[in-house]
């Protein structure tokens, strides 16, 4: 396992900017209290090509990880995120999902609207989480825990 983890954050949303991207601004924090790296942290379209386009660069052309998204993983139907993720993954992690879904349900009925999922692309993560900084908070403190392990695991490392 590496001796930090890398991270690459895609906000997706047609109303945000890099500087109003609370939600993006809040998980770089966090992944900097756990000790971890944030590569770059961008904000993209909700189209779906666009998201599936600034996946494949995070995950193949930088060191990242662990890839996340903010945003577009509900109802509306501009939410194309878990869709543009399932384009480009090579196999799904549905556990992370499922966990992030339990450990919000506890906090909310509305976390069952998440349609979040989670994949490998290569020896990338990529983990969908919500758009708003308080469920993507509560997403990531469900999962942080078993993120060091996940990694290790993709690198070749055994359970």
């Not at 954050?9 to 500087?19: G, L, M, N, Q």
């Not at 993006?24 to 790296?37: M, V």
């Not at 979040?116 to 999962?143: D, F, H, M, Y």
Request: hydrophobic fraction near 40%.
């Amino acid at each position: 396992m590496a001796d930090t983890l890398k991270f690459y954050v895609i906000t997706c949303s047609d109303t945000r900017s890099k500087d109003t991207d609370e939600a993006g601004q809040k998980l770089e924090a966090l992944i900097a209290d756990q000790g971890w790296e944030c590569l770059e942290r961008i904000v993209e379209t909700d189209e779906r090509p666009f998201i599936a386009g600034a996946l494949i660069n995070a995950c193949d052309n930088t060191d990242a990880d662990i890839v996340i998204t903010c945003g577009g993983s509900g109802l509306s139907l501009r939410d194309v995120t878990p869709d543009a993720t399932a384009d480009v993954a090579d196999r799904l992690v549905p556990g992370i999902a499922e966990a992030m879904r339990a450990h919000s349900m506890a906090i909310t009925p509305r976390a069952m609207l998440s349609r979040a999922v989670c994949a490998q692309r290569g020896r990338t993560l990529i983990i969908n989480l919500p758009g708003s900084t308080k469920a993507a908070t509560e997403n990531w403190e469900g999962i942080v825990e078993v993120l060091p392990h996940a990694v290790s695991m993709m690198g070749g490392g055994g359970h």
